[in-house]
Nanobody, 128 residues
Framework: QVQLVESGGDLVQTGGSLRLSCTAS????????MGWFRQSPGKQRAMVVA???????AYADSVKGRFTISRDNEKNTVYLQMNNLTPEDTAVYYCNADGVRDMSGAYDQRSRDGYSYWGQGTQVTVSS
């Protein structure tokens, strides 16, 4: 089992910056993919950026050049540096983790079933 705890959400003005953090805890050997999704009212949750354990990243077009994801595998923590924020970035940001290996080294049941883990979300609000 993996627990994800996000932090760093806040209210900022247009053009401002925020840094989100997400730390995974629990009983596991490793996590392959971690990332950030966001959801604003009336919209579906959408991927913002993802990073795998080897460092490969994938960004949504809307955030390329403004957001940067980084990962500290030793701390089981992923960071999202968000610059040049706009009101369109306002959303609840959720941390996501998948490809979890349990202490035996095998993928855990949730991963084998095709599900990922989610944090509780952190609110980012960008004022105009």
């Amino acid at each position: 089992q993996v627990q994800l705890v996000e932090s760093g959400g806040d209210l900022v003005q247009t053009g401002g910056s925020l840094r989100l953090s997400c730390t995974a805890s629990g009983s596991f050997l490793s996590i392959n993919g971690m990332g950030w999704f966001r959801q604003s009212p009336g919209k579906q949750r959408a991927m913002v950026v993802a990073i795998v354990s080897g460092g490969t990243t994938a960004y949504a077009d809307s955030v390329k050049g403004r957001f940067t994801i980084s990962r500290d595998n030793e701390k089981n923590t992923v960071y999202l540096q968000m610059n040049n924020l706009t009101p369109e970035d306002t959303a609840v940001y959720y941390c996501n983790a998948d490809g979890v290996r349990d202490m035996s080294g095998a993928y855990d049941q949730r991963s084998r079933d095709g599900y990922s883990y989610w944090g509780q979300g952190t609110q980012v609000t960008v004022s105009s």
